[in-house]
C-alpha cells in the first residue's frame, strides 16, 4: 500500500463557465493547485511538479485573457521543492514524476529530480510533437522550450510514454482520461484507505459527482467518461479542488 498527500503549491481564480461548463456566468471560483506525493516500497513519486519559481511567465499569460484577477499566488513554502524539503525529501530521492497535462504549472520544475522516470501520456505526446496550430494548446506553454531539449535529449532515458492503460509502480496506474487537455491522465493510487484516484479532467469534486464537466474541455465526452470511471473508486482528488485540505485535514489522504 502507499502513502498518499496533496501538497498545495499555488492558487489562482477562473470564471464561473471555466470550472462548470455553460453555467455560473457570474460567478468566480478558486483553484488550489496541488501535486500528489505518492510513498511506498522504494517509490516516491510526484503526480505534476508545480510552477515555476518564477510565476510571472504564466501570469503574463494568463491575465491576458482573463485578467488580473486569475493570476497566480503562492504562500511562503508552497513552492515544490520546499515543500519536500520539510518533508525530509531530497529531489534526488524521487523514483518517478506522472505529469498531467502537460503545462507550465506541471512541467515546470519536471528537471529538478535527477533519478525520476518522467512518465508523460502518449497520446499527449504524440499531439504535442504533431500539432502546428490548437486553439487551446500553446507549444511553449506546455512545454517550455529549455524543457522539451533537456528531454529529448540528456533526460530522454528516463521518459516514460504511457499508453492509454499502464502501470507506473506496484499500487499506482494510470489511465487516459483526455477532455481537459490531449495530455490528460488519471493516476490510481492503492492506499490503505483505498484507491485515490487523482486527475485535471474533473478540477472539482462536484464535476464527478454532479457529473458536470468542466467548461475549459476539449471533449466533453470524454470528461463525463472519466467521471464514470472515476467514481469507481474510493477516493476522487480533482487536482485543483481547495476543498481537498477540508476533506483531508493537512492534505493527509492515506
Known amino acids: 500500500m502507499n502513502r498518499l498527500r496533496m501538497l498545495p503549491v499555488g492558487t489562482s481564480n477562473i470564471p464561473g463557465p ?45 491575465a491576458s485573457f482573463l485578467g488580473d ?41 519536471v528537471l529538478a529530480f535527477p533519478n525520476a522516470e518522467i512518465c508523460i501520456a502518449k497520446r499527449g505526446w504524440v499531439h504535442f510533437h504533431t500539432t502546428h496550430s490548437h486553439p487551446h494548446d500553446n507549444r511553449d506553454t506546455s512545454i517550455p522550450p529549455e524543457i522539451l531539449t533537456h528531454l529529448v535529449t540528456d533526460a ?3 521518459v516514460r510514454l504511457l499508453e492509454d492503460e499502464d502501470v507506473v509502480a506496484p499500487g499506482i496506474r494510470t489511465w487516459w ?24 479532467s474533473f478540477f472539482y469534486l462536484e464535476n464527478v459527482e454532479n457529473n ?9 465526452y470524454e470528461c463525463l467518461a472519466a467521471h464514470e470511471r472515476a467514481k469507481r473508486a474510493d477516493i476522487v482528488l480533482p487536482l485543483y479542488d481547495p476543498k481537498n485540505f477540508e476533506r483531508f485535514p493537512e492534505g493527509v489522504v492515506a
Not at 504562500?75 to 507550465?104: K, M, N, R, W, Y
Request: with cysteine; hydrophobic share 40%.
Open 156 to 158: 530522454w532515458d528516463r
Open 69 to 109: 484577477r486569475a493570476r497566480m499566488s503562492r504562500d511562503d513554502g508552497q513552492f515544490i521543492l520546499e515543500h519536500l524539503d520539510a518533508l525530509g525529501i531530497a529531489p534526488s530521492d524521487v523514483t518517478h514524476v506522472i505529469v498531467t497535462p502537460l503545462q507550465l504549472y506541471s512541467v515546470s520544475n
Open 18 to 62: 471555466e470550472l462548470f461548463w455553460m453555467s455560473e456566468w457570474d460567478a468566480w471560483h478558486p483553484l488550489c493547485f496541488q501535486v500528489g506525493l505518492i510513498q511506498g516500497a522504494g517509490v516516491t513519486a510526484l503526480v505534476n511538479t508545480g510552477p515555476a519559481a518564477d510565476l510571472e511567465p504564466m501570469n503574463r499569460g494568463w
Open 212 to 220: 458536470h464537466p468542466i467548461g475549459i474541455s476539449e471533449n466533453m
Open 177 to 200: 482520461s483526455g477532455g481537459h487537455h490531449r495530455a490528460s491522465i488519471a493516476v490510481e493510487v492503492d492506499t490503505p484507505k483505498g484507491t485515490a484516484v487523482l486527475s485535471d
